[in-house]
Structure formats: C-alpha cells, structure tokens
C-alpha cells in the first residue's frame, strides 16, 4: 500500500489488490465495491477500482510544528465516512442533515480543542467555516492550550456514514475479510511511522481495531470509547490526566522495532 499527500490533512491510497487476492476473490471485492460506489456519491467520488487497483482518498490531520511544551496526542478513529474525507475535514456534519457533530463537544470538554460555534445562519456554510479553523488550528498547533493534537484513523479506507451495510470499521473488514491483517499490518506501520506519533499519547476510539492494532505491535495505547460507557470527554480528560500509566508510548528504539516487525508481517 502506497501514501500520497495531496493537501493539508488529505491523502492518497493506493493498493495493488491482484498481489492479495485470488481471481475469485477479487472479483468478489468488486462486486461489493461497486455496491458501495452506487449507494454513495461520496464514495464513488472518492474510490477507484481499475485493473485490480485500488485508489481512494482518505485523511490525517497532524500539526505542521515542533513539539514545543506541550504533550502530544494522537486521536485514531476507526476509519473516516466519506462525508468527512469530501469535506477535508474530520467528523464534518452529524451525517448529511449539517447539523454539528457530537464529537467536537466531546473534545472540547476533554480540554482537546477549542469549542467553535459560527454564527452563520446557513448550516451548511457554518459547518465549512467551523472546520477551516479547526484545521487551521490544529495543523498550526493552536487547537489547545495544554497538547499538540493530531488525528488519524486506523483503517485509511472511506465508508459511508452510519447505517450503511458497509459503515464503519465493520464494512471495512467486511470488505477485506480475505486479507484483513495484511491491511491492518500496512495500517498500523502508516501510524507508527509518522513523526508525530513518537513520543506522542496514542488514543485509540473503536474496540475492534485497538485489539488488533495491540495484537500487531505489541503497542498498548490508551483506549476511550467513542460512545457508551467512558465516552464523555471529562473521561477522556481523565485518561489523559493520569500519570505512571501502563499505556506505552514508542521511543526510537521500539518504534523502529516495530517498523521492522511489521514489514516482515506483511511481506
């Protein structure tokens, strides 16, 4: 799997599935893919499939300065929607109503990002000017006073917003059954690859792919859940706050054998 930075947060991804799949498998993963593309506009917009290759963009947003004073996190999502990958902007909308989504409040309270409300009454518009200076901040290191916040996924793959058949991180595993560790060992070596992500708290947001993520790297980051219990963002601020915890953060040294790990895993 190759990375293509296009802009500032937004990426490309790109993946010769013919080296994974067997004929019967890939053409089962076209089937499914060209299911997506019809019930998405976002998603056809986004993803390609042509000769075996798949292409789509996706997003990270991480700071564009040194690591100062301040403590670092990493926020790792499950995977992003479309919506938001169109946008350029993480968790964009609450679906496709324009309507603030609930995750901003979370971060705000969790002392992660500054609360932003604009004051245009179109909510489409409000929403656009809300997620420029989002961006804007966190990639200029401005989102908070106390941490250096950036954002990622762990699956880079697109899906549409809830209530889709392929939704979420589940639609992503659905759609790579045949192979899911292999994407997930490319995946986890994206993130710990970074320059951002030494040093820094690693949050991860969805159960299923903080399992696998701990299973490939042997790297326990620290997990709050993006709903139910221990999803408010005075918990998340708890989390964070505590000192002597059994969360691991890379050096060079274990990034770097971790790197090395996984090349090996998905060879």
Known sequence: MDFFQINSGNFIAELNLKRLLDKEQLSEFSRQFNMISTDDNNFNALCSLKNGVLRYESQTLLPLVGE???PKVLLVYGNPSTQSVRNSMFFFSKSN???RHFMWGKLANAG???GLKSKMSN???ARQEEANLRKLMILSGTSSKKYLVGMTTFYSLP??????KYSGVAGVEKLFAPVVDKIAGMEAKRI???PFTEGADIVFTQKSSYNKFCELTGVKP???PARGKGAGGKDLAALLSKTGSSHQRPNAWSL???VDYLRNKIK
């Not at 899906?159 to 889709?164: I, K, L, Q």
């Open 68 to 70: 100062g004073f301040k």
């Open 97 to 99: 109503d324009h309507h």
């Open 112 to 114: 992660l990002v500054y």
């Open 123 to 125: 909510s489409l518009t």
């Open 159 to 164: 899906t549409p917003a809830s209530g889709h």
């Open 192 to 194: 710990l690859t970074y």
């Open 222 to 224: 620290l997990y709050w």
């Open 256 to 258: 770097q054998s971790i």
